[in-house]
């Protein structure tokens, strides 16, 4: 069985820093596109970032573009954000998520296939 465990979110002020991690059981996170999304409240869900199975190419949406950035280690299985420069409106339950197709990276929520349970972040203004 295919699971995901996000972890990391926590309560940070603006302008600080954090490490999300999503680690895997029951599959190789080097061979499929893994990505980010959050869900803010009263709001519907909103792809954050990407990281594609093949070359590793990465994808950011344009509101986290340049602060956050999206690494694996294929050792731990574990795939990372690093938030920077957070902003209370970054404040969202953060999702990790897959997508068994090895077509690059799709940047659609409905093609993933397994998510993780969400780790919560709160940017305090």
């Known amino acids: 069985e295919v699971q995901l465990q996000a972890s990391g979110g926590g309560l940070v002020q603006a302008g600080g820093s954090l490490r999300l991690s999503c680690a895997a059981s029951g599959l190789g996170f080097e061979d499929h596109a893994i990505g980010w999304f959050r869900r803010a409240p009263g709001k519907g869900r909103e792809g954050v970032s990407n990281?594609?199975?093949?070359?590793?190419?990465?994808f950011y949406s344009d509101s986290v573009k340049a602060r956050f950035t999206i690494a694996r280690n294929s050792a731990k299985n574990t795939v990372f954000l690093d938030m920077n420069s957070l902003k209370p409106e970054d404040t969202s339950i953060y999702y990790c998520?897959?997508?068994?197709?090895?077509?690059?990276?799709?940047?659609?929520?409905?093609?993933?296939?397994?998510w993780g349970q969400g780790t919560l972040v709160t940017v305090s203004s």
């Open positions: 990281i594609s199975s093949k070359d590793g190419s990465t």
């Open positions: 998520a897959v997508d068994f197709q090895p077509l690059g990276i799709r940047t659609d929520p409905a093609a993933y296939n397994v």
